[in-house]
């Protein structure tokens, strides 16, 4: 099974969850408080960075490679359409949340 290392509130955490939930996929999911790491992710992960995906040997520690991944790993349902234009066009979108709206929500956290 897989683990995912994740911070509760944490937005890229969340949107790691959102996705495994939709595909369907089961993983054993451990909250870990920001900056209060587990000894097993810093083994495992040299940036002590949330959310982290462990897969048998593999480590991922970026929520886009980790989304990459299980829509790859899991292809069914797909998360991107199939068609390249719309594909593309939902990429821009998604770039377009990440630097206007998590930089903004990053900001109000931190503050």
Partial sequence: MM???SAPTGLQSHRT???AAEKGIEIDVINVVPGKYPQDLLEVNPYNTLPTLLDRDLVLYDARIIID?????FPHPPLMPVDP???AQFRIAMYRIERDWYERADAIEAA
């Fill in 17 to 19: 969850r959102i996705v």
């Fill in 3 to 5: 683990t995912l290392f």
């Fill in 69 to 73: 991944y299980l829509d790859e790993r």
């Fill in 85 to 87: 234009t719309t594909r």
